[in-house]
């Protein structure tokens, strides 16, 4: 079993709907990450977060350290949405490495 | 702010050459810069960790000889990949943090094809 879990893997929704990916780990972490990768292959930071909830634009994370759980939503989504979405997790055992999920595959259609 | 990039975006080379592939955080010091390796439809890998003046730290399985990091300065870390062959074609991506702190900016990635 993978220390990062995403679910799903792959998501496939219209313009307009809301969406959520989830991430679950099975260690104790400083902070998660939240990534995007486009198709061109370049990998944008959405959030950093080590608890609550942050807000940026049509993007909301949020993290609950008790549940060892995050979720990302994408509110009225948009096919420009489209992209592999990541969680990756700081371990803090070793001081900045990652421990990355599989990615979630999203599509958004017009 | 905390742009990283990478130089070149695609580079072919043939077999048996050796190519450098340059990371460079452009508005901030990096102290630690990371350099990732990703398969198609795969995750990242970690490659290897560099601290700036001092030598990497490889993952198990990377070939240090084989993957030459070089992390001079506080804005430039450099992976060469040496006497390549195909099977290191593949998507090459950098990330940098500043001293104490965790976060860790992307670069665009290199992708990298060996004929």
């Known amino acids: 079993k993978n220390e990062v879990e995403q679910s799903p893997q792959n998501l496939t929704a219209q313009e307009g709907e809301f969406i959520t990916i989830n991430c679950s780990y099975s260690v104790g972490i400083s902070a998660l990450h939240w990534l995007q990768q486009h198709p061109g292959g370049g990998i944008v930071s959405l959030f950093m977060l080590s608890s609550g909830k942050k807000k940026h634009g049509r993007l909301i994370a949020t993290i609950n350290i008790q549940e060892k759980h995050s979720s990302l939503h994408i509110t009225a989504s948009h096919p420009r949405d489209s992209a592999v979405y990541i969680c990756a997790v700081y371990t803090g055992s070793s001081y900045g490495k990652l421990t990355f999920g599989q990615g979630t595959i999203l599509t958004v259609h017009p | ?115």
């Open chain 2, 1 to 115: 702010g905390a742009v990283v990039s990478q130089h070149p975006s695609r580079v072919i080379c043939k077999s048996g050459t050796s190519v450098k592939i340059e990371c460079r955080s452009l508005d901030f010091q990096a102290t630690t810069m990371f350099w990732y390796r990703q398969f198609p439809k795969q995750s990242l890998m970690l490659m290897a960790t560099s601290n700036e003046g001092s030598k990497a730290t490889y993952e198990q399985g990377v070939e240090k000889d084989k993957f030459l990091i070089n992390h001079a300065s506080l804005t430039l870390s450099t992976l060469t990949v040496t006497s390549a062959h195909p099977e290191d074609s593949s998507f090459y991506i950098c990330s940098a943090s500043r001293e104490g702190f965790y976060e860790q900016y992307f670069g665009p990635g290199t992708r990298l094809t060996v004929t």
